[in-house]
Nanobody, 128 residues
Framework: QVRLVESGGGSVQAGGSLRLSCAAS????????MAWFRQTPGKEREGVAV???????TYADSVKGRFTISQDNAKNALFLQMNSLKPEDTAMYYC??????????????????????WGQGTQVTVSS
């Protein structure tokens, strides 16, 4: 059973940094895309960053140059380093996984429907 557990959220002032972690377990797939999404009340879930097992990455325009997605394959862990945080980054952040190699193109454009596994989320609050 695939399980994703996020941690690292919290409250920070604008300009500060946070590092989110996602511990993944229960899978042995050789191909995957892992991603971070975020959501605020009343809005659709928004893709933030995605990384393939080969290390290829894609970022939302709103976070380019500020956020960095990375992974530790040996530990089945996913990370999101968030720097220069802004109040508009405030959201619940979710870790997600897509193990279907046929949906690669959709994963890279943050289509949430191809991500079959989700964590419970971790809250990030950025104050001005």
């Amino acid at each position: 059973q695939v399980r994703l557990v996020e941690s690292g959220g919290g409250s920070v002032q604008a300009g500060g940094s946070l590092r989110l972690s996602c511990a993944a377990s229960g899978y042995s797939y050789s191909s995957y895309y892992m991603a971070w999404f975020r959501q605020t009340p009343g809005k659709e879930r928004e893709g933030v960053a995605v990384i393939g097992r080969d290390g290829s990455t894609t970022y939302a325009d709103s976070v380019k140059g500020r956020f960095t997605i990375s992974q530790d394959n040996a530990k089945n862990a996913l990370f999101l380093q968030m720097n220069s945080l802004k109040p508009e980054d405030t959201a619940m952040y979710y870790c997600a996984a897509d193990f279907d190699p046929l949906t690669r193109n959709q994963a890279l454009v943050f289509n949430p429907r191809v991500f079959g596994y989700w964590g419970q989320g971790t809250q990030v609050t950025v104050s001005s």
